[in-house]
């Protein structure tokens, strides 16, 4: 039996993690760098479509998700960078929908 697609995506987000913990000090855990490395490499359309590219988001969203404050973002706490994410890119989704069904259809 073969992977569905939210299944393949799920193993490809898990060991994407992995590839990037592995760059520098503790090998379970990403540091600002790996993640910012992690996000540019992986997302660069998303990132910069949505102005995310700016070294305070990637900052502010990595101090935000080291919920025992130790300068890491273990595997758990990385789940709360892919929940930002994937909100930011529903509310993309929403948006670009909105952009070409709504006029055809006189809303907005």
């Known amino acids: 039996m073969t992977d569905t697609p939210v299944e393949e995506s799920l193993f490809q987000i898990i060991h994407c993690y992995h590839q990037y913990v592995a760059r520098e000090g503790d090998v379970e855990t990403l540091s600002l760098e790996e993640l910012r490395a992690l996000l540019m490499d992986n997302v660069p359309r998303f990132m910069e479509s949505l102005g995310r590219k700016e070294p305070y988001y ?5 101090w935000a998700a080291d919920k025992n404050k130790d300068n890491q973002i273990c595997f758990e706490e990385f789940l709360y960078v892919l929940g930002k994410l994937v909100r930011d890119y529903h509310w993309q989704y929403h948006r670009q ?4 069904y709504c006029p055809q259809h006189g809303l907005y």
């Open 97 to 100: 929908l909105c952009t070409h």
């Open 58 to 62: 990637i900052s502010e969203l990595f």
